[in-house]
């Protein structure tokens, strides 16, 4: 199975600054990647698709890039509301996996 | 507007049975794919299953496989997982999404757009 490696496992930032998070595919997997972004008792909520287009109602502080094996999630200048947990998904084949998540924290 | 309601977990017995169920409501349950996603206390995100919108092609996470059944009731816009023999590692918070595929030129990537807001599945005696 095609492994997904997320770093970090833990960030911890301010707000207002710009914070990036990697997605790495154990084989390509073209552009059959997306984000999403969890909060404590709540469901994931979907941030991007196609590695890097934008769900509807997502504010565009936030951004996907990359294709093949490395991937990028990029808030570029962090909110209050962004400290949450974030987790690739890759959906090229099953089965399907997830990256390990990135927690984002106040400093 | 989509809605996903989870319904049918609470505790079980190691060995036992659960059937769980995702109401679909506000669009056309029968043309898209459905997945079940889980999470166990304090970890992360686990793909369980999937299933096509005819109920034609499903597929399993290896972990599940066996002893999981995924199948849909597109006239009651209703997606079930039937859970054999569980164990204590099938604890979790189990989530239904609706699968949505983008596609252009080159390629039709899928991903999940709606979910529901989970049931907690604790198998313990």
Do not use: H
């Amino acid at each position: 199975d095609i492994q997904l490696t997320q770093s970090p496992s833990f960030l911890s930032a301010s707000v207002g600054d710009r914070v990036t998070i990697t997605c790495r595919a154990s084989q390509g997997i073209s552009n059959y990647l997306a984000w999403y972004q969890q909060k404590p008792g709540k469901a994931p909520k979907l941030l991007i698709y196609a590695a890097s287009t934008l769900q509807s109602g997502v504010p565009s502080r936030f951004s996907g890039s990359g294709s093949g094996t490395e991937f990028t999630l990029t808030i570029s200048s962090l909110q209050p509301e962004d400290f949450a947990t974030y987790y690739c998904q890759r959906l090229n084949s099953y089965p399907l996996t997830f990256g390990g998540g990135t927690k984002v924290e106040i400093k | 507007e989509v809605q996903l309601l989870e319904s049918g977990g609470g505790l079980v017995q190691p060995g036992g049975s659960l059937r769980l169920s995702c109401a679909a409501s506000g669009f056309t349950f029968s043309s898209f794919a459905i997945n079940w996603v889980r999470q166990a206390p304090g970890k992360g995100l686990e793909w369980v299953s999937a299933i096509g919108g005819s109920g034609l092609t499903t597929y399993f996470a290896d972990s599940v496989k066996g002893r999981f059944t995924i199948s849909r009731d597109n006239s009651k816009s209703t997606l079930y997982l039937q859970m054999n023999s569980l164990t204590a590692e099938d604890t979790a918070v189990y989530y239904c999404a609706k699968e949505t595929r983008y596609c252009s030129s080159s390629s039709c990537p899928p991903f999940f757009d709606s979910w529901g807001q989970g049931t907690l599945v604790a198998v313990s005696s």
